[in-house]
C-alpha cells in the first residue's frame, strides 16, 4: 500500500553528486522505518542506509559513511537520499525499501536495518564514470 516509487538516478562522473528520491502513499507513513539499498551488476543486493520513522536515528553502510545522507518528509511522504562525492564503485541500481518500525510505539533504540522489509519500489540507475 505503500506503493514506493524511486527517482533521481542517472550519469554522474566521479565526485559529483546526485539526490535519489523515493515517494511513497499510505495513511501509515509515519509510522515506517525507510531504507536504501543497491544492486551493482553481478553482485547481490547490498544495504546502503536506513532512517527511523520520525528521522531522529539513521544508520549507514561503511562504504558510505559520510559521502551519503539519507532524510525523511513525512508531509511529502518521501525519502531522499543525498550522495556525494560519487564513486565508480557506486555504481548499481538502487531500491528503496519500508518496513513497520517498532521504535514507533516503544521508542528506544533503533537497530535498523531490519530483516524484513514490507514494500519494495522498482529501482533506479545510478552511474557513476571514472
Known amino acids: 500500500q505503500l506503493d514506493p516509487v524511486e527517482s533521481g538516478g542517472g550519469v554522474v562522473q566521479a565526485g559529483g553528486s546526485l539526490r535519489l528520491s523515493c515517494a511513497a502513499s499510505?495513511?501509515?507513513?509515519?509510522?515506517?522505518?525507510l531504507a536504501w539499498f543497491r544492486r551493482a551488476p553481478g553482485q547481490e543486493r547490498e544495504f546502503v542506509a536506513t532512517?527511523?520513522?520520525?528521522?531522529?536515528?539513521?544508520i549507514y553502510a561503511d562504504s558510505v559513511k559520510d559521502r551519503f545522507t539519507i532524510s525523511r518528509d513525512n508531509d511529502k511522504k518521501t525519502t531522499y537520499l543525498q550522495m556525494n562525492s560519487l564513486k565508480p564503485e557506486d555504481t548499481a541500481v538502487y531500491y528503496c525499501?519500508?518496513?513497520?518500525?517498532?521504535?514507533?510505539?516503544?521508542?528506544?533504540?533503533?537497530?535498523?536495518?531490519?530483516?524484513?522489509?514490507?514494500?519494495w519500489g522498482q529501482g533506479t540507475q545510478v552511474t557513476v564514470s571514472s
Open positions: 525499501a519500508s518496513a513497520w518500525d517498532r521504535t514507533y510505539y516503544s521508542g528506544g533504540t533503533f537497530y535498523g536495518p531490519y530483516d524484513e522489509y514490507d514494500y
Open positions: 532512517i527511523s520513522h520520525d528521522g531522529a536515528s539513521t
Open positions: 499510505g495513511e501509515t507513513f509515519y509510522s515506517y522505518a
